[in-house]
């Protein structure tokens, strides 16, 4: 999402004043406005890049939260008229959409996320210009797509366990750096996916997996799967 680069000169702690609106509601035009200037703002400058690299404070919500909920503002369950915005806190739902006959609803964004070793890979590549080899091990596609399959429905499992009725569920996978990257289709991970995820019972909704594999925002519907 943000270029390499090396983060010299002034110390910044946090980009929260970057994002003090970001509480706000907009239509899925002005998403796409508001994720687009932010993106370059942090581009343009390489302090900005290192901080957010590391997801800490706002620009954190702004990659796991915005980011998904713009997506999926851009797709056909979202009305052109429609109003969006994350909610930060923990009232059990991430986000809010109004629809243009004002009906409201709520969504839950969640995805697996390997924190731990995300947030030590932006720390290599904000100090020495390049990060590591995502995958330092010998295993074969196959077996990285499994154990990936398997992280991801273990989060997706305890989503099942809590009582979401009145929102729905937005599931954010990402399979770019499973398969794609490798010029293999993912197409079989998401068809084994959505079968383990009808396997699980749930109180929400309604339910959605999004795939995101550096797709242009213009195709998000292709990559949106309801689940009944």
């Not at 680069?5 to 110390?11: A, V, Y």
């Not at 997801?55 to 954190?60: A, E």
């Not at 915005?85 to 243009?100: E, F, P, T």
């Not at 009725?165 to 289709?185: M, N």
Request: proline share 2%; charged share 30%.
């Amino acid at each position: 999402m943000f270029h390499s680069g090396i983060c010299r000169g002034d110390k910044v702690n946090n980009l929260d004043d970057l994002f003090t609106d970001l509480e706000e509601y907009r239509t899925p035009q002005e998403m796409k406005l508001y994720f687009e200037k932010k993106k370059q703002i942090i581009n343009n400058n390489e302090k900005y890049i290192s901080i957010a690299r590391l997801k800490t404070g706002k620009v954190k919500k702004f990659i796991e939260e915005f980011y998904p909920l713009y997506l999926f503002s851009q797709s056909r369950f979202v009305d052109n008229y429609a109003k969006c915005k994350i909610i930060l806190g923990n009232q059990g739902y991430d986000a809010s959409i109004v629809q243009k006959d004002d009906t409201e609803s709520f969504i839950e964004l969640t995805s697996y996320i390997d924190g731990k070793w995300e947030y030590q890979d932006a720390k290599r590549l904000n100090s020495r210009g390049y990060g590591d080899i995502r995958f330092g091990d010998y295993k074969n596609l196959n077996a990285r797509g499994n154990d990936y399959l398997k992280d991801v429905l273990k989060n997706i499992k305890k989503k099942s366990l809590k009582d979401y009725s009145g929102i729905s569920l937005l599931f954010a996978v990402d399979t770019f750096d499973y398969f794609e990257v490798y010029d293999h289709s993912s197409k079989p991970f998401i068809k084994e996916l959505i079968k383990e995820i009808k396997s699980f019972k749930f109180k929400a909704d309604k339910m959605y997996l999004m795939v995101i594999n550096n797709q242009n925002a213009s195709q998000i519907d292709q990559n949106i799967y309801p689940i009944s």
